[in-house]
């Protein structure tokens, strides 16, 4: 039996995987194995001749050359790391052993490309970041801001928009965009965003998928609680990049998931302190939060010796109404009041709930008492026009008392006591109308 032929010696450099060169002093190429056209992209032929400072990364170019000038000064090399730039433009990263042959003036290295094992890494650290950002981020802006920059930096990004859904309005809100060669989507109906509005439904939502009717078929990957669709993360890719692959879409759900976490974590954090702070039939602030209002607005007031007045307001016949009608036509009616309320006062000013059918309203900035005669006199107009609730047509006037800082008290607790005193006054005379305090006797 005749034995195997033996494979030539440069043949059998042929067959390696990594890249085995050989270079002059310069770092010029005088010899290359086949794998460089694997590994950079160039053929052996197309090396020769050529430095390896040409294909090297400009960042990683100085820092060769001191490691080069220690190899030919006998210090042999087995793990110095570099990168190159690929023939088809993209990033190549190098694992070099090398040694100088001082007879020959010659290097000769061995290069193991690294690439996939330096991404893994690079998107493990990145996996991390997004998970401490989500912990650290003290505004959702700010988390916005973050996880952007982190994909940036991994993913070919051109744009990144957030969409967040509002089920109950059936809106969408876009609270965050970065590109500026591409404008942010309008906000408006779900039904306006046919790619988004597909993966609202739950047996699309669970599924990243491109959105065909939006500029360059960005990638759509959805923003989960649990199983419901909140929103979906937009992200466009680079035009000259052909999209996103399998290892991007997993980073970006991955991201998603988070981002989603850390917006309902913040949405029901938003709702616990409204419902504290908040009438839950009216929506209007309650006590706490009133108060705390005219507090901030006297400090502003002494601060700019400025003027402000509180109104106290209580419905004249609202039990009567109650009780005739039955507690869910009073509820209705109460929500109607708050209504009417908020339309009678600037954005400036105050409306809340102080429990029952009383009200108060913080008008802020006046310029002298007749103001807030003019405030009471639009709330009593509004009020008084009827109400219809479940096919009744209902009239609830209320009666309102004026206290004025600083002329009726310097104190929140004060001035709101005393519009209480100036609220009965107005209800002895009648109601439907208004009076102005003038002094604790004449409670």
């Known amino acids: 039996?005749?034995?195997?032929?033996?494979?030539?010696?440069?043949?059998?450099?042929?067959?390696?995987?990594?890249?085995?060169?050989?270079?002059?002093?310069?770092?010029?190429?005088?010899?290359?194995?086949?794998?460089?056209?694997?590994?950079?992209?160039?053929?052996?032929?197309?090396?020769?001749?050529?430095?390896?400072?040409?294909?090297?990364?400009?960042?990683d170019r100085e820092a060769t050359r001191q490691l080069a000038r220690q190899i030919t000064a006998g210090q042999p090399s087995g793990d110095h790391e570099n990168r190159y730039i690929h023939k088809q433009g993209h990033i190549v990263h190098i694992m070099w052993s090398a040694q100088w042959f001082e007879a020959e003036q010659v290097r000769v290295g061995v290069a193991r490309d690294i690439t996939r094992r330096k991404q893994a890494e690079a998107r493990q650290a990145a996996v991390y970041a997004?998970?401490?950002?989500?912990?650290?981020?003290?505004?959702?802006?700010?988390?916005?801001?973050?996880?952007?920059?982190?994909?940036?930096?991994?993913?070919?990004?051109?744009?990144?928009?957030?969409?967040?859904?509002?089920?109950?309005?059936?809106?969408?809100?876009?609270?965050?965009?970065?590109?500026?060669?591409?404008?942010?989507?309008?906000?408006?109906p779900l039904a306006a965003h046919p790619s988004l509005a597909r993966m609202m439904r739950p047996q699309h939502h669970d599924t990243p998928a491109s959105a065909p009717d939006a500029p360059d078929n960005p990638l759509c990957v959805p923003l989960l609680?649990?199983?419901?669709?909140?929103?979906?993360?937009?992200?466009?890719?680079?035009?000259?990049?052909?999209?996103?692959?399998?290892?991007?879409?997993?980073?970006?759900?991955?991201?998603?998931?988070?981002?989603?976490?850390?917006?309902?974590?913040?949405?029901?954090?938003?709702?616990?302190?409204?419902?504290?702070?908040?009438?839950?039939?009216?929506?209007?602030?309650?006590?706490?939060?009133?108060?705390?209002?005219?507090?901030?607005?006297?400090?502003?007031?002494?601060r700019n010796n400025g003027r402000l007045a509180v109104l106290y307001l209580d419905l004249d016949s609202f039990?009567?109404?109650?009780?005739?009608?039955?507690?869910?036509?009073?509820?209705?009616?109460?929500?109607?009041?708050?209504?009417?309320?908020?339309?009678?006062?600037?954005?400036?000013?105050?409306?809340?709930?102080?429990?029952?059918?009383?009200?108060?309203?913080?008008?802020d900035g006046i310029r002298q008492q007749q103001d807030a005669a003019t405030v009471a006199e639009k709330i009593l107009g509004n009020l008084s026009a009827p109400f219809l609730i479940e096919g009744h047509t209902l009239t609830c006037t209320p009666s309102v008392g004026i206290a004025v800082y600083p002329e009726h008290g310097d104190s929140e607790r004060r001035l709101m006591h005393r519009a209480d005193n100036a609220?009965?006054?107005?209800?002895?005379?009648?109601?439907?109308?208004?009076a102005f305090f003038l002094s604790d006797d004449a409670v």
């Open 130 to 188: 997004v998970s401490a950002a989500v912990h650290s981020a003290e505004t959702l802006p700010m988390l916005y801001q973050r996880m952007y920059d982190l994909i940036n930096q991994h993913l070919p990004t051109r744009a990144l928009t957030v969409a967040l859904h509002d089920a109950e309005a059936d809106q969408l809100s876009f609270p965050y965009h970065a590109g500026e060669d591409l404008p942010p989507p309008a906000q408006g």
């Open 225 to 302: 609680n649990d199983t419901t669709p909140i929103g979906a993360l937009i992200v466009h890719h680079q035009p000259a990049n052909n999209g996103f692959d399998e290892r991007d879409t997993s980073f970006l759900q991955f991201v998603a998931s988070q981002l989603a976490t850390a917006i309902s974590r913040h949405q029901a954090h938003t709702r616990l302190s409204f419902l504290a702070q908040h009438d839950q039939l009216t929506r209007l602030p309650n006590r706490a939060l009133l108060m705390d209002r005219l507090q901030t607005a006297l400090q502003r007031a002494e």
């Open 1 to 59: 039996m005749n034995p195997a032929p033996l494979i030539p010696h440069d043949k059998l450099l042929d067959l390696l995987l990594d890249v085995v060169c050989v270079v002059d002093k310069e770092g010029r190429f005088l010899s290359v194995s086949a794998a460089s056209k694997r590994v950079f992209g160039y053929s052996p032929e197309e090396l020769i001749g050529r430095t390896t400072f040409e294909l090297m990364h400009p960042d």
């Open 319 to 363: 039990k009567q109404i109650n009780d005739t009608y039955g507690h869910a036509v009073g509820d209705h009616l109460l929500q109607q009041v708050a209504h009417r309320l908020r339309q009678s006062v600037r954005e400036s000013d105050s409306c809340g709930r102080l429990g029952g059918d009383e009200f108060a309203v913080v008008l």
């Open 423 to 434: 609220m009965y006054a107005a209800k002895r005379s009648g109601g439907a109308g208004y």
